[in-house]
């Protein structure tokens, strides 16, 4: 069974910085197949950034140039390295992985307030 354990969330002030980071376990096929979505107040799940096949990274418009998303086969880590904050990424981050199912993690709260 895929389990992913999320860390890295935290207060930050706008303009800061957080690295949030993924540990699969279980038995994944590759960590090309992992990513990062979020889910603020009242709103969708979205995707921010993802790691497709040929280890290329995809970004959502609204974190291009902010956040980088990573990775480590050998420890099976994803990681989301978030750069200038704003308000408006205030959500829970949740990691995914996706391999027939979709697997999802507990999710980190990330908070961006003055």
């Known amino acids: 069974q895929v389990q992913l354990v999320e860390s890295g969330g935290g207060l930050v002030q706008p303009g800061g910085s957080l690295r949030l980071s993924c540990v699969a376990s279980g038995g994944i096929v590759s960590i090309s197949n992992m990513g990062w979505y979020r889910q603020a107040p009242g709103k969708q799940r979205e995707l921010v950034a993802d790691i497709r096949a040929g280890f290329r990274a995809n970004y959502a418009d609204f974190v291009k140039g902010r956040f980088t998303i990573s990775g480590d086969s050998a420890k099976n880590t994803v990681y989301l390295q978030m750069n200038d904050l704003k308000p408006e990424d205030t959500a829970v981050y949740y990691c995914?992985?996706?391999?027939?199912?979709?697997?999802w993690g507990q999710g980190t709260q990330v908070t961006v307030s003055s």
């Open positions: 995914n992985y996706r391999y027939f199912f979709d697997y």
